[in-house]
């Protein structure tokens, strides 16, 4: 019987982004050296998650970042080892983590000329159910002549030169996407220890009849919300069928899916979040970004393009519509109609 043939042309994370650092001749390796820093941290939080109820991390620490949310134990180790690895990475000036309020000034690296905006475990409040938890980050290269202050940082997404997430599932995936480039998907080979490329060039489906969204905040959504979501439950063609729903309740996770199958994720603003609940920084930009190179779209509650919205502060929220090109069209073509019969 023939022999399977064995795949030894292995394309990890390392040999792939020493492979992107080629392509730019005026290079200097600190973006690679900075990438692997983020590798480390990924495959360190991968490392706790998979042992938190082994070692009772499972739970709250008893304290509460700075929006108020409650603390996991894994939120604060998670954000310990992100901070860590970007500080000695060397190559890291700015750092605006969800769990720090303000943003960190690694002094240590004056010469550094990145900020990375990260949210180290998104999803934490499913953890102790054994929901897929990620880590979602965005890097921006800052000016030349940097003087380090946090408010380098409140850019556009467009200003992002990378982002992507992972999440930490039967085993832990990464999507990485660069400005101008494809989007990326890695698995982590546990064995091996390294992030693997097996979702090479990554593309949206254009269109698919699956929308993800918590139907508990519907009392609260605006009028152009309600009859979106109304029209893929209740279509008006009778030969149509009403879209499927899912929800996970983690970004990452129904962000993955979304990518995979399609469909549209959305966390509109509404009566209750008048700004949305998902941060612009480091929740919604960098996947902005992912949604977009993979063929996708995303916006906001304004139905403006989410990557050029530049917030005011490094906590500030948005409401978010994002997936597959046709059906955030659908969104941008009901909320048109709705404003026009107002
Ligand atoms: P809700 C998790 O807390 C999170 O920040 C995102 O990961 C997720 O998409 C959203 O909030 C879920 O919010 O209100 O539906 O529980």
Not at 181 to 190: E, K, L, P, R, Y
Not at 209 to 238: C, M, R, T
Not at 248 to 267: K, P
Not at 306 to 324: A, C
Request: aromatic content about 10%.
């Amino acid at each position: 019987m023939a022999q399977e043939k064995i795949n030894t042309d292995i394309v990890t994370l390392t040999r792939f982004l020493t492979e992107e650092q080629t392509k730019h001749k005026e290079a200097t390796g600190d973006f690679t050296l900075l990438c692997h820093a983020l590798q480390f941290s990924f495959k360190s939080i991968a490392y706790y998650i998979r042992r938190a109820t082994l070692i009772n991390l499972t739970g709250l620490a008893g304290s509460s970042n700075t929006t108020g949310d409650e603390q996991k134990k894994l939120d604060v180790i998670g954000n310990d080892l992100f901070v860590a690895a970007m500080r000695t990475s060397g190559k890291c000036r700015l750092l605006v983590s969800e769990e720090e309020e303000h943003c960190i000034v690694f002094d240590e690296n004056p010469k550094a000329r990145y900020a990375v905006v990260c949210d180290p475990i998104d999803g934490s409040s499913n953890l102790d159910a054994g929901v897929s938890v990620g880590t979602i980050f965005g890097i921006f290269r800052l000016a030349e002549g940097s003087q380090g202050k946090q408010e380098e940082v409140l850019l556009p997404g467009t200003e992002l030169v990378a982002s992507g997430f992972t999440m930490y599932g039967a085993s832990a995936q990464l999507v990485l996407t660069m400005k101008g480039g494809s989007v990326n998907g890695f698995t982590m080979d546990n064995a091996l220890g390294e992030f693997i490329l097996t979702h090479p060039d990554m593309r949206l489906p254009k269109s698919r009849a699956i929308y993800s969204v918590n139907e508990g905040n519907s009392l609260y959504w605006e009028k152009p919300v309600k009859e979106y979501f109304d029209s893929l439950k209740y279509p008006l063609e009778a030969s149509a069928k009403p879209y499927s729903a899912r929800y996970i309740g983690s970004m990452v996770a129904d962000a993955y899916r979304t990518l995979l199958y399609g469909g549209i994720f959305a966390y509109p603003a509404d009566k209750k979040s008048p700004k949305g609940k998902l941060r612009i920084l480091y929740e919604c930009a960098p996947m902005a970004m992912v949604f977009e190179n993979a063929g996708g779209q995303a916006v906001n509650s304004r139905m403006e393009r989410m990557l050029s919205i530049v917030p005011e502060h490094i906590h500030d929220r948005s409401g978010i519509f994002m997936g597959s090109y046709d059906e955030v069209q659908r969104v941008i073509e009901t909320h048109k109609n709705a404003l026009k019969s107002a």
